[in-house]
């Protein structure tokens, strides 16, 4: 049996008077990739800000490795073993890929970022910093400058930040957001590596993705987890269909 690494505790979070997350009940153990899924608006992003510390919660309780962490700063979790992506691209495009990962890794470690530059020399960090990029298949794209990378090659190097913190669990923002068929296929092989490293909730509109990665999936509508079950129940579930996708089809 998986062990328990993320629990949330009827999460709420008001801006005035639209619920935006409404009492949400989730756990993420080691090893698994639980699925996040819903419209746009359903309040994905706002819950991982939440899990986070980066958005408070009105009410509710996040615990983390067995510790209530409710009430921690997001440097503290972060230091904890919490790690995110962002739907959108954060990395500094004027840096190289192997120096957007030394920041993690400088981060990870306690270094000063006013001393950058003589960091650079200090080997083990660049080491360090290598052996992530090559796990995500950037190793020969190290001293390429980001804005240079393909799309694709960039949401990977975000990927290897995220791991240059020694996380326990990964909080992924859509990282397959506007990738193509073929890098879409390259993330989707990366994550499946992971998963016996991390725990991972993974917030994704790439069905493909989903039903290809997830243990678990659940289905976040206006605010409120609808269904929480394996990929097979929830592509044949009349109630997601309905309230999430209409009358698409999920297998589409």
Same mark, same amino acid.
């Given at each position: 049996m998986?062990?328990? !690494? !993320? $629990?949330?505790? &009827? !999460?709420?979070?008001?801006?005035? =008077?639209i619920c935006v997350t409404d009492h949400v009940n989730l756990t993420v153990s080691q090893a698994e990739i639980h699925a996040l899924i819903g419209p746009n608006g359903a309040g994905k992003t706002t819950l991982i800000n939440q899990i986070t510390g980066e958005v408070p919660s009105d009410a509710g309780a996040v615990y983390f490795d067995g510790q209530d962490i409710t009430r921690w700063s997001v440097a503290k979790r972060a230091h904890a073993g919490m790690s995110r992506s962002f739907q959108i691209n954060s990395l500094i495009p004027a840096f190289t890929a192997r120096e957007n990962v030394l920041l993690a890794v400088q =981060? #990870?470690?306690?270094?000063?970022? @006013?001393?950058f530059a003589p960091v650079t020399g200090d080997q083990s960090l660049v080491n360090e910093a290598d052996g992530f990029l090559a796990r995500v298949g950037l190793d #020969?794209? #190290?001293d390429e400058l980001v804005s240079? !990378?393909? @799309?694709? /090659? /960039? $949401?990977l190097v975000e990927v290897a930040?995220?791991?240059? &913190?020694h996380p326990k669990l990964l909080l992924l923002d859509e990282p397959m957001a506007g990738l193509g068929p073929a890098e879409s296929e390259r993330m989707i092989a990366l994550l499946d590596s992971l998963r016996q490293d991390y725990g991972m909730l993974l917030v994704e509109h790439d069905m493909d993705a989903v039903f290809a990665l997830a243990n678990r999936i659940s289905v976040l509508v206006y605010g409120q987890v609808l269904l929480c079950d394996t990929p097979e129940k929830v592509r044949h579930s009349e109630i997601v269909r309905e309230a999430y996708l209409g009358d698409e089809d999920l297998d589409d």
């Open positions: 998986m062990t328990e !690494l !993320l $629990r949330l505790d &009827s !999460l709420v979070k008001h801006y005035g =008077a =981060a #990870a470690r306690g270094h000063n970022f @006013y001393f #020969a794209h #190290a240079k !990378l393909a @799309y694709g /090659q /960039q $949401r930040i995220a791991m240059a &913190s």
